[in-house]
Antibody
Framework: EVDLVESGGGLIQPGGSLRLSCVAS????????MYWVRQIPGEALLSVAR????????VYSDSVQGRFTISRDNAKNTLYLQMDSLRVEDTATYYC??????????WGQGVLVTVSS | QSALTQPASVSGSPGQSLTISCTGS?????????VSWYQHNPGKAPKLIIY???KRPSGVSARFSGFKSGNTASLTISGLQAEDEADYYC??????????FGTGTKVTVL
């Protein structure tokens, strides 16, 4: 059974930093492009960052470009999202998701990030 | 890219069929047969139920089916069951390594 488990969320002040982690099991982790997808209440899901299978290529949404960094450690089956210069509008539930052939095969349960003073 | 448009909520009685629409544009839904659908129970992991517009992953009930015409995709749930009560999201490839998701639809089984 495939499982993706996120951690690292919480309450942080504007301008602060957080690092999210997503530990994967039950799948060949390196075969999947991995994403962080966020959901702000009342809004559509948004893919904020993507990393390819070996970690050599990344893509970011305009809203987080230059502030967030996605990375992966295939030896540990773990995906990361370093979030710096956090803004109130980054408040959301963040999901990690694994993608192959234009579909998101697996998702985690999500982790809540609240940016507030 | 703008989010795909879905109805906020739909409802039906057990045994009925219901359809959820997902409207995009010629830049996403209209250009690619790469629409997927996800079932999400809050607090749990979203689950892939349809991909490539019409295909079902192994283990997903045949009561779920997908369709696309022009810039609009749709998900039909046949023989509605209480366990189908959840939020449903569509997603389309948008070119250039981008994906656009729908606004989400809450399905209520009466």
């Amino acid at each position: 059974e495939v499982d993706l488990v996120e951690s690292g969320g919480g309450l942080i002040q504007p301008g602060g930093s957080l690092r999210l982690s997503c530990v994967a099991s039950g799948l060949t982790f390196s075969n999947y492009y991995m994403y962080w997808v966020r959901q702000i209440p009342g809004e559509a899901l948004l893919s904020v960052a993507r990393v390819n299978g070996d970690g050599s290529a990344t893509v970011y949404s305009d809203s987080v470009q230059g502030r967030f960094t996605i990375s992966r450690d295939n030896a540990k089956n773990t995906l990361y999202l370093q979030m710096d210069s956090l803004r109130v509008e980054d408040t959301a539930t963040y999901y990690c998701a694994g993608e192959t052939y234009f579909k998101f095969d697996y998702w985690g349960q999500g982790v809540l990030v609240t940016v507030s003073s | 890219q703008s989010a795909l448009t879905q109805p906020a909520s739909v409802s039906g009685s057990p045994g009925q069929s219901l359809t959820i629409s997902c409207t995009g544009s010629s830049r996403d839904v209209g250009s690619y047969n790469l629409v997927s659908w996800y079932q999400h129970n809050p607090g749990k992991a979203p689950k892939l139920i349809i991909y490539d517009v019409t295909k079902r992953p192994s283990g997903v009930s045949a009561r779920f089916s997908g369709f696309k015409s022009g810039n609009t995709a749709s998900l039909t749930i046949s023989g509605l069951q209480a366990e189908d009560e959840a939020d449903y999201y569509c997603c389309s490839y948008g070119g250039g390594s981008t994906y656009v998701f729908g606004t989400g639809t809450k399905v209520t089984v009466l």
